[in-house]
């Protein structure tokens, strides 16, 4: 997740990386007139993670600087909530809880 990010290095910096992010879930929110980050390096972002297979949710806000914003808080949130039922098990398209769960190491 990038609030008011890119990608790093100077400018002409080589965007070609090797791996995949297999459909990771990336987000990019930044404002249009960002004092520290260029609109432009931020769609550069985006484009360099979407060819590695990332899902780039990409938002530009208006008006808030270098700052972050509450509908970037709740995307966030949300990106967060379904990483914990990935990694818990739940599906986070049904209503029902795992019926598996995974066992703890005695020691």
């Known amino acids: 997740m990038k609030l008011s990010g890119g990608l790093m290095g100077p400018e002409g910096t080589p965007r070609d990386y090797a791996g995949r992010l297999a459909g990771t879930p990336v987000f990019l929110g930044c404002n249009d007139v960002d004092p ?4 432009a390096r931020v769609h550069e972002t985006a484009r360099a993670l979407g060819r590695l297979g990332g899902a780039i949710p990409e938002r530009i806000y208006s008006g808030i600087g270098h700052d972050i914003n509450e509908d970037e808080v709740r995307h966030v949130g949300g990106l967060l909530a379904a990483l914990g039922d990935v990694v ?10 795992p019926t598996t769960r995974p066992e703890t190491l005695d020691r």
Request: hydrophobic letters at 20%.
């Open 88 to 97: 818990s098990g739940v599906d986070p398209g049904g209503p029902n809880p």
């Open 36 to 39: 520290r980050i260029p609109l």
